[in-house]
């Protein structure tokens, strides 16, 4: 049976196409992009644009040759013109929720926070909600509405020219020299190119895959495979992409975190779906080891060592320690799976207020 991902897009063109023109060096609005992006996650069987076509002569035609059908909203005085377009959007998203059953995702591309509402709708209706939009010009209230979230900027194939400056003209004739001089004064001086976006920290990454696998295999029973923890990814924050990474795909990624023993790798159910889990040896004994040796170090001149200000003295001993990258939710998780494993003993003390640690005996 076809499992294949039905889709229908809508777009609130004036939205996307200014949004791309002021934050894009007044490159035009490219739609190929985003249709390739889609292609890559279903079948598109509607595809609607909303604006006045008469404000987007050349965008109107590049859209029909993409077979995308044009929604013509009239001009109007001021807002309303614009709250006509987001209303026929809504009504026409919600209408087709209810009539094709067998769409199973909806694109609504656009940077407008008025659409959240209909994300919420679509959403409680089970559909799976796609948005779209230019990052600059994108609510910060859209994209955790979604299911997933694709920055324009970011799709492959689109190219962000920096924003240059004009060349002024004299007020008034003068002399040459002086002519150029002041022409010289009136020229703005040239904006950098704009930077790239910094490549997002890879110990971050480590961690949040880490805590991802944990929680997944600590709610449920079944194997956590690779297209589950990039759905959940997906779920914790809309806007993920390994490619923000450096990464081709997400199989890659994945490979990459084996290398350096955050998670495993096994063979899955399906092919190029691998099981993921995480290192059942490596780093958390190396982990427990450090914890058991500061700890002993720590109690020799002291006593009992108190959790409190414990995983500081680790980090100046091992400053990449991290519990997070082995999957633990916190520093005191960490001491009770280490205490479980008998490495060190951990007991609630009602005078210190705290957990103490003592080393093994043994």
């Known amino acids: 049976m076809d499992q294949e991902d039905r889709i229908a897009l809508f777009l609130d063109y004036e939205n996307l196409a200014l949004g791309a023109r002021d934050h894009h060096g007044g490159r035009a609005f490219d739609f190929r992009p985003i249709a390739d992006a889609l292609a890559e996650r279903g079948r598109v069987v509607v595809r609607r644009a909303y604006a006045d076509w008469s404000y987007f002569d050349e965008d109107r035609r590049m859209l029909t040759r993409s077979h995308v059908e044009l929604i013509e909203i009239p001009q109007r005085m001021g807002a309303s013109r614009k709250n006509a377009a987001d209303i026929k959007m809504a009504v026409d998203a919600v209408e087709l929720a209810f009539?094709?059953?067998?769409?199973?995702?909806?694109?609504?591309?656009?940077?407008?926070?008025?659409f959240t509402p209909l994300v919420h709708k679509l959403r409680e209706l089970n559909k799976r909600v796609i948005g779209v939009g230019v990052e600059k010009s994108t609510s910060a209230l859209l994209?955790?509405?979604c299911d997933e979230f694709l920055y324009y900027d970011r799709l492959e194939g689109v190219d962000v020219l920096p924003v240059r400056g004009r060349r002024g003209r004299p007020a008034r004739a003068?002399?040459?020299?002086?002519a150029e001089a002041v022409e010289q004064e009136q020229v703005e001086?040239?904006?950098?190119?704009a930077a790239e976006e910094p490549v997002r920290d890879a110990d971050a990454l480590a961690v949040l895959v880490a805590?991802?696998?944990?929680g997944l295999q600590g709610s449920s029973d079944?194997?956590?495979?690779?297209?589950r923890l990039k759905r959940t990814l997906l779920?914790?924050?809309p806007t993920f992409s390994e490619s923000?990474?450096?990464?081709?795909?997400?199989?890659e990624l994945l490979r990459h975190l084996a290398g350096l023993n955050v998670v495993e790798l096994a063979e899955g159910p399906a092919k190029g779906d691998p099981e993921v889990s995480l290192p059942e040896h490596g780093d958390q004994e190396v982990a427990f080891a450090l914890l058991r040796s500061v700890v002993a170090d720590l109690a020799g001149s002291g006593g009992p060592v108190a959790l409190s200000g414990l995983k500081n003295q680790l980090r100046r001993a091992r400053p990449e320690f991290s519990e997070k990258k082995l999957g633990y939710r916190s520093f005191l998780q960490f001491c009770k799976a280490a205490a479980t494993a008998n490495e060190v003993a951990l007991a609630w003390s009602a005078d210190a207020d705290d957990y103490l640690l003592t080393p093994r005996q043994g």
């Open 99 to 114: 009539e094709r059953g067998y769409i199973s995702t909806f694109v609504i591309c656009t940077g407008d926070s008025d």
């Open 143 to 145: 994209p955790p509405a």
């Open 235 to 237: 779920r914790k924050d």
């Open 174 to 178: 003068a002399e040459p020299q002086q």
């Open 244 to 251: 923000d990474y450096g990464f081709r795909t997400f199989g």
């Open 222 to 227: 079944g194997e956590v495979t690779a297209s």
């Open 211 to 214: 805590q991802t696998v944990a």
């Open 189 to 193: 001086p040239e904006r950098p190119p």
